[in-house]
């Protein structure tokens, strides 16, 4: 591209990406004032009026300590099921395990039963994480009962989808080199992939799955709303008995775990790198 094309592209993207942001504010109905008016501060002021004082006697405090660590359960649990569908996923879905080191690079991989595996299993991987956690737990509802089981089912399938796409990213990054010497000595996919490619993916592999983690105590939040026990139940309950005390309290308890764990989670991945 010369130099007068270059300055034309960039002149024409710069004004597509401008009209998109305009046409996008539009489309939101985005509208400042509706923040900054008279109104809302009013609004504002009372809320935070009737959040204060907040409440802290000891058998609130015990309730929510119960409640946090239901929510951590939830949390971890989900994160579980998830790194135990993403890795298969991500195996399948890798070409340097799928294909072997010598297609790894390929535009144009073999054809046969490891094309088929490889497909389906980046279709599965997609539609895992297309749907949001909240509509997985809402489908599993009609499953199960209400409780901590739809929550940790919805988890682990959309968390597991996002999971297998970035394990098989770092799958396929790893050095090519012990691959393809484990193959020149016959070992077979299974062997390849345990020995060879899940070694050198292991540390990034340990830290997506550890903000994840993170990631899923703030979805299992939400899960409240199907009825599962933690966090998010009591910040539901207590709202919608403009308990606004018992709400402050709930959501300085959710902001301090969630510091506690980003903070741990940290400290784990300086140790694997």
């Given at each position: 591209?010369?130099?007068g094309?270059?300055?034309?592209?960039?002149?024409?993207?710069?004004?597509?990406?401008?009209?998109?942001?305009?046409a996008a504010?539009?489309?939101?109905?985005?509208?400042?004032?509706?923040?900054?008016?008279?109104?809302?501060?009013?609004?504002?002021?009372?809320?935070?009026k009737?959040?204060?004082?907040p409440?802290?006697?000891?058998?609130?405090?015990?309730?929510?300590?119960?409640?946090?660590?239901?929510?951590?359960?939830?949390?971890?649990?989900?994160?579980?099921?998830?790194?135990?569908?993403?890795?298969?996923?991500a195996?399948?879905?890798?070409?340097?395990?799928?294909?072997?080191?010598?297609?790894?690079?390929a535009?144009?991989?073999p054809?046969?039963?490891?094309?088929?595996?490889?497909?389906?299993?980046?279709?599965?991987?997609?539609?895992?994480?297309?749907?949001p956690?909240?509509?997985?737990?809402?489908?599993?509802?009609?499953?199960?009962?209400?409780?901590?089981?739809?929550?940790?089912?919805?988890?682990?399938?959309a968390?597991?989808?996002?999971?297998?796409?970035?394990?098989?990213?770092?799958?396929?990054?790893?050095?090519?080199?012990?691959?393809?010497?484990?193959?020149?000595?016959?070992?077979?996919?299974?062997?390849?992939?345990?020995?060879?490619?899940?070694?050198?993916?292991f540390?990034?592999?340990?830290?997506?799955?550890?903000?994840?983690f993170?990631?899923?105590?703030?979805?299992?939040?939400?899960?409240?709303?199907?009825?599962?026990?933690?966090?998010?139940f009591?910040l539901?309950?207590?709202?919608?008995?403009?308990?606004?005390?018992?709400?402050?309290?709930?959501?300085?308890?959710?902001?301090?775990?969630?510091?506690?764990?980003?903070?741990?989670?940290?400290?784990?991945?300086?140790?694997?790198?």
């Amino acid at each position: 591209m010369q130099g007068g094309d270059r300055t034309t592209f960039r002149w024409v993207a710069g004004a597509l990406a401008v009209a998109a942001v305009g046409a996008a504010f539009v489309g939101a109905e985005f509208d400042v004032g509706r923040l900054t008016g008279a109104k809302a501060a009013h609004g504002g002021g009372m809320f935070l009026k009737e959040c204060w004082p907040p409440r802290h006697d000891a058998e609130f405090l015990s309730l929510l300590a119960g409640a946090t660590l239901d929510t951590l359960s939830v949390a971890f649990l989900g994160t579980l099921l998830a790194v135990a569908i993403g890795i298969p996923l991500a195996a399948m879905s890798s070409r340097n395990v799928i294909y072997g080191a010598r297609f790894a690079g390929a535009d144009t991989p073999p054809a046969g039963t490891a094309r088929a595996v490889f497909v389906a299993s980046r279709t599965f991987t997609a539609a895992f994480r297309s749907v949001p956690e909240v509509v997985w737990a809402l489908l599993f509802v009609k499953a199960a009962p209400l409780g901590a089981l739809p929550a940790i089912l919805a988890i682990g399938v959309a968390y597991g989808g996002l999971i297998g796409k970035v394990f098989s990213e770092q799958m396929e990054d790893v050095a090519p080199s012990p691959v393809a010497a484990l193959e020149a000595v016959g070992a077979g996919r299974v062997r390849t992939f345990a020995w060879g490619v899940l070694p050198q993916a292991f540390g990034p592999m340990a830290s997506y799955a550890a903000y994840r983690f993170e990631c899923a105590v703030r979805a299992s939040v939400l899960m409240g709303f199907v009825g599962a026990k933690g966090l998010g139940f009591e910040l539901q309950v207590s709202y919608g008995d403009f308990l606004f005390g018992e709400v402050f309290t709930e959501t300085a308890f959710l902001i301090v775990l969630v510091i506690l764990i980003e903070w741990a989670s940290d400290a784990m991945r300086r140790r694997i790198a």
